[in-house]
């Protein structure tokens, strides 16, 4: 059984940052590929980044490019996102979501293709 548990949100301001975490429970983490999404009051869930399995490359969207990161530890079942440079539009629910251990590169982008999820961490900006 996979379940999915983020933690670090919060309320912060225009260029603050902020560390989210998801913590991952079950079989087979090294072997998945994670991935980042957020959803914000009255829009459609959007990807945000994520990190492969193998080789751990990582993706991101292009409205937060060069602010966050993402990295796993495989070590101890988690994976980050590191928020730099904080803008309002960044304000929403943040969920982590695993895949099943085979999703192929040209699906990463799809929410849908994603077969657990968490119970999202809320990240308020304002200016």
């Known amino acids: 059984q996979v379940q999915l548990s983020e933690s670090g949100g919060g309320s912060v301001r225009v260029g603050d940052s902020l560390t989210l975490s998801c913590e991952f429970t079950?079989?087979?983490?090294?072997?998945?590929?994670l991935g980042w999404f957020r959803q914000a009051p009255g829009k459609d869930r959007e990807f945000v980044s994520v990190?492969?399995?193998?080789?751990?490359?990582?993706y991101y969207a292009d409205s937060v490019k060069g602010r966050f990161t993402i990295s796993r530890d495989n070590s101890k079942s988690m994976i980050y996102l590191q928020t730099n440079s904080l803008k309002p539009e960044d304000t929403a629910v943040y969920y982590c979501a695993s895949d099943n251990t085979r999703l192929i590169l040209s699906s990463i982008w799809n929410g849908e293709n994603y077969s657990y999820w968490g119970q999202g961490t809320q990240v308020t900006v304002s200016s």
């Open positions: 990190i492969r399995r193998s080789g751990g490359h990582t």
């Open positions: 079950g079989p087979s983490f090294s072997s998945r590929t």
